[in-house]
DNA sequence: CAGCAATAATAGTATTACTTTCACGAATGA
DNA sequence: TCATTCGTGAAAGTAATACTATTATTGCTG
């Protein structure tokens, strides 16, 4: 399946839109394999220059830095992730089956998602699970936030928290909850592939697990109070 | 206040234990004040050099990297955090009280820390907001872990998982939940630091709205099905 | 006071994260 | 159709980083 969606996002991020060339998307789609192998310390642009036989100068003229490149994947990520949950909460009616949707998204993405423009979604999917945080963690976030770099990001949470509200409209932080989910949700599968003694999750039974924990922690404190 | 806690940690950690000179000291000291200025990726050893007037190399025959000392100041952090739960724990008797000391530990940590070995754990705590998640997002994590680099984290998610279990013995995942809300803790504070559209706390009341954001998660996940 | 360990001084290496300059070919537009 | 500009490539250059190695100097310890 191959779907072709307008990738939004924020025209800060790149100098030269990477979708509207042939090297832009090289640029796009072996980055995602790489970073995903080296790690974004260890991934430079010259070593990617080298792999799509292009040149490192050419690459500084679509993105100002690799920093830069990773936010833009991630963001890449968010968008995706975002339209999975809109199509599919769409037509769902009650605000718990919506909730339920939303997290199952979460847990299964990786093994359920068509490619977009050629991305390995999965590579994607393990690159935010350890890269993603990285992404926000440093000393210029006020100031790439102010230029929008987040925008992905905050219209996920936007979306998660309003369903939140559907749930029950009383609930006092639904966006903190949204981010927790999100935050959550990647935690708790990157410990379980490096952790043993920190969950009670087995790298390979994980998923189902990981969903319960989730569920069983939206719905407590969504819930509370009301019976049933 | 004083208190002077041996701190364990892992001799993996360092080459020579600084603890145990004066110039160890005043790495560690130097350090905490910039890594928090500057962040990790613009600390070097060559600048904590000049600021302390010693040497390069002189740092490098203490750790092998900036990324061990980052490691090795977290770790102190998460033992300090520990030791405050533990002792404040000790001779509370209902397992809901001793949750909400843990919280309320973890919420203003800062606030209440005495001086340890005249680290400023204020700044400590602030490194940890924003630099411990690069401690283990990194490609080395399993070689690290197994060489035992988190194990005060390891120890403290011990420590509060035991107090989950005493409110409610039958919840499934205690481990997780307790990365969970060492995790969530320090992302909220960040989060509402960095990003007003992503919380409903404001930077300024945010400690007692965190608090009770946290208390409602973790109770309600923990006391749900049993009335009351 | 000799001897040793810890520290400092200095220099050196490979790599990173860029920037700059120039040159080429293809498309574009007047 | 010719001139221009655009995107790309090639190559070289720079400052800084993350070390390592060598040698000198201090200061304490027996």
Same mark, same amino acid.
């Given at each position: ?68 490149? /990773? +936010?833009?994947?991630? &963001? ?5 992730? @975002? *339209?999975? =949950?809109?199509?599919?909460? !769409? ?14 998204? /979460? +847990?299964?993405?990786? &093994? ?5 423009? @050629? *991305?390995? =979604?999965?590579?994607?999917? !393990? ?102």
């Amino acid at each position: 399946m191959e779907i072709d969606i307008h990738l939004p996002k924020n025209e800060n991020l790149y100098l030269i839109n990477p979708e509207n060339s042939a090297l832009g998307k090289k640029i796009i789609v072996s980055s995602i394999g790489m970073i995903r192998e080296l790690g974004i310390e260890d991934f430079t642009f010259k070593k990617l220059a080298r792999e799509i036989k292009s040149n490192e100068a050419s690459i500084y003229r679509y993105f100002t830095n690799k920093h830069n490149l /990773l +936010v833009y994947l991630i &963001s890449v990520y968010w968008e995706v992730l @975002n *339209m999975k =949950i809109e199509f599919s909460t !769409e037509f769902t009616v009650t605000p718990k089956d919506k909730l339920d949707r939303v997290i199952d998204i /979460l +847990v299964n993405i990786e &093994s359920a998602s068509p490619s977009i423009k @050629n *991305m390995d =979604i999965r590579s994607l999917h !393990e690159i935010v699970l350890s890269e993603s945080a990285k992404a926000y963690l440093t000393k210029k976030v006020d100031l790439e936030d102010q230029q929008g770099y987040f925008k992905s990001y905050e219209k996920l949470v936007d979306t998660i928290s309003k369903i939140f509200i559907e749930v029950n409209d009383e609930y006092e932080f639904p966006r903190a909850l949204a981010c927790n989910l999100i935050e959550t949700t990647y935690e708790q599968f990157y410990f379980s592939q490096h952790f043993q003694t920190l969950t009670e999750f087995q790298n390979s039974d994980s998923k189902p697990k990981v969903k319960r924990f989730l569920e069983t922690l939206m719905f407590s404190v969504l819930t509370k109070g009301t019976l049933n």
